[in-house]
């Protein structure tokens, strides 16, 4: 049976307030939990301690398999997006933090840390909710350092940067981010390697027998 584990990151959990104001012309929101920052879509909860988050499993798996199950958002800004702005609601949940196995960037034929774990579209209207819920994908890390710190980018489709805003009534709300962790056990590994067990010729199926 496959042990799962849930990690909820809220954007509370860094600064309740819910005046716009306060994060709007890329003030930066710091408080002893995390940062909020890029006009309200750059995220970053501090110490987050995987060894206490994963309890038993942590030190019975050496790979872990991580999945952004579901997104909800409270009341966006008082301003409807329109036009090409609409690009800044097309957005890709970028995860930082985590020693990720694989994340190739195609446009520097390397892997980025900053890897791309799910896309989005939030709504353009003002007084604007969201609510997401996603089939599983995984994306599978390392374990690394006991504690990290999470941040979480909203890069826009256009420009795949965070998106700027001179307006405050234009910002999203408050998120949670709900996460499903599980181990990789590791004789899963063993079932992608291809061993030769034989020299006999493919054709000679009875020799195999």
């Not at 006999?200 to 199926?205: K, R």
């Given at each position: 049976m496959t042990e799962n584990i849930s990690l909820c990151?809220?954007?509370?959990?860094?600064?309740?307030?819910?005046?716009?104001?306060?994060y709007a012309t890329d003030f930066i929101v710091s408080t002893s939990s995390g940062q909020i920052s890029n006009n309200r879509t750059r995220y970053t909860w501090y110490n987050v301690n995987l060894r206490n988050l994963l309890g038993p499993i942590y030190n019975k798996y050496n790979k872990f398999n991580i999945s952004l199950n579901s997104i909800l958002t409270s009341t966006q800004g008082t301003t409807d997006i329109t036009g090409i702005s609409k690009n800044d609601r097309q957005l890709q949940v970028k995860m930082y933090g985590l020693q990720w196995l694989s994340s190739y960037n195609q446009a520097t034929q390397n892997n980025d840390s900053n890897k791309v774990i799910r896309l989005v579209q939030f709504s353009t209207a003002s007084y604007g909710t969201d609510s997401y819920h996603f089939p599983e994908q995984f994306h599978t890390f390392l374990k690394g350092s006991d504690v990290v710190d999470i941040t979480l980018n909203l890069h826009n489709v256009s420009t795949d940067t965070n998106t700027t805003t001179s307006s405050a009534g234009s910002l999203l709300g408050h998120?949670?981010?709900?996460?499903?962790?599980?181990?990789?056990?590791e004789e899963l590994n063993d079932r992608l390697e291809i061993k030769q067990k034989s020299n006999?010729?493919?054709?000679?199926?009875k020799l195999l027998r």
């Open positions: 990151l809220k954007t509370t959990q860094i600064s309740s307030s819910n005046t716009f104001s306060d998120m949670i981010f709900n996460f499903n962790i599980q181990g990789v056990p006999v010729h493919i054709n000679d199926v």
